[in-house]
T-cell receptor, first 113, second 110 residues
Framework: GAGVSQTPSNKVTEKGKYVELRCDPI?????LYWYRQSLGQGPEFLIY????????DSGLPNDRFFAVRPEGSVSTLKIQRTERGDSAVYLC???????????FGNGTRLTVT | QKEVEQNSGPLSVPEGAIASLNCTYS??????FFWYRQYSGKSPELIMS????GDKEDGRFTAQLNKASQYVSLLIRDSQPSDSATYLC??????????FGTGTRLKVLA
């Protein structure tokens, strides 16, 4: 079946601009995660959704970052007033339940110039 | 102390040899353990999951878990150049939160 789909695959934006990153999880997966990965590092947890609600957003670095999942399926990660330090690969993952293996999308490479 | 620790490598092994990748974790209540493979420029891909002490084998891969020592390892038998990648260890305490190590870069030399 279809895997986790993320769009766009690449996004270049200027410092100060607003960006939205989209994630379409595997059908039937209720758990959805956003991670951020910088070069040479492991994925860093940002936020977790169980259904429509953000069960844990403790990994979001500051209030410029926000994520939604209004219908319990597709999620959007929103970054306001982007900074060069936001440049990274943003990974979305989904799983059947909270203790099942994560299945990652191909990621969105964000570059802030 | 980092929650999940891995040697960053690179770990170089000749083709056909056994590659041994190690991971330690700090949270004693951790219950679920995963190994992911990540090729350069690609996203992590699940290789193995292990939940109880002992060994779990899947093809050329064996995961080993020792909860008393807070240690999980991945053995790759008959290593191939195509196994060259970064291997990420991930740990979950039984809730949703998965903590990843920084990964070990493996190079299999032809």
């Amino acid at each position: 079946g279809a895997g986790v789909s993320q769009t766009p695959s690449n996004k270049v934006t200027e410092k100060g601009k607003y960006v939205e990153l989209r994630c379409d999880p595997i059908s039937g997966h209720t758990a959805l995660y956003w991670y951020r990965q910088s070069l040479g590092q492991g994925p860093e947890f940002l936020i977790y959704f169980q259904g429509t609600g953000a069960a844990d957003d403790s990994g979001l670095p500051n209030d410029r970052f926000f994520a939604v999942r209004p219908e319990g399926s597709v999620s959007t990660l929103k970054i306001q007033r982007t900074e060069r330090g936001d440049s990274a690969v943003y990974l979305c993952a989904s799983s059947l339940s909270g203790n099942s293996p994560l299945h990652f999308g191909n990621g969105t490479r964000l570059t802030v110039t | 102390q980092k929650e999940v620790e891995q040697n960053s490598g690179p770990l170089s092994v000749p083709e056909g040899a056994i590659a041994s990748l190690n991971c330690t974790y700090s949270d004693r209540v951790s219950q679920s353990f995963f190994w992911y493979r990540q090729y350069s420029g690609k996203s992590p891909e699940l290789i193995m999951s292990i939940y109880s002490n002992g060994d779990k084998e899947d093809g050329r891969f064996t995961a080993q878990l020792n909860k008393a020592s807070q240690y999980v390892s991945l053995l790759i038998r008959d290593s191939q150049p195509s196994d060259s990648a970064t291997y990420l260890c991930a740990v979950s305490s039984g809730t949703y939160k998965y903590i990843f190590g920084t990964g070990t870069r493996l190079k299999v030399l032809a």
